[in-house]
């Protein structure tokens, strides 16, 4: 007898809208009732091929707009007192550190997520070199 679907395609659908639109899953589970928990959303992803491109596009979307998010803090303006400038230059520093480093584990393959389009599938080829010491 087949499992009941503890996630329905619409679901799931509404979930990666929500985390390409840069929320996480964990947010997104826990205060919407109407979503299963995100441990069963991960499961699934896991379970289906079909789900797990999906969610991986939603999560290279996300990554795209957390890169939008960087350029937001470090544009904003500083306050004027010079301490406080300098404390929030140094909290921006280490947001914006976080957020990159989590951008570039969501997304190596950048928006479209393809392999071909990532700047390592470019670097190949061969190369020869010989040399000729001139006896004959």
């Not at 990554?63 to 406080?84: G, N, S, T, Y």
């Not at 190596?108 to 190369?127: F, M, W, Y």
Request: charged letters at 35%.
């Amino acid at each position: 007898m087949p499992r009941k679907a503890r996630l329905t395609k619409e679901q799931f659908s509404e979930i990666c809208e929500q985390i390409a639109d840069g929320m996480s899953l964990t947010r997104i589970c826990n205060e919407n009732a109407k979503y299963p928990s995100w441990k069963t959303v991960l499961r699934h992803v896991q379970d289906t091929d079909e789900a797990y491109q999906e969610y991986r596009k939603a999560r290279a979307l996300q990554a795209e707009v957390l890169r939008d998010q960087i350029i937001d803090i470090i544009e904003m303006p500083l306050p004027e007192d010079p301490k406080l400038a300098m404390a929030e230059v140094q909290r921006r520093r280490l947001e914006v550190d976080q957020k990159d480093k989590y951008v570039r584990q969501l997304a190596p393959l950048g928006v479209r997520n393809k392999v071909e389009d990532s700047a390592d599938s470019k670097v190949s080829g061969t190369i020869t070199l010989k040399w000729d010491d001139g006896s004959q």
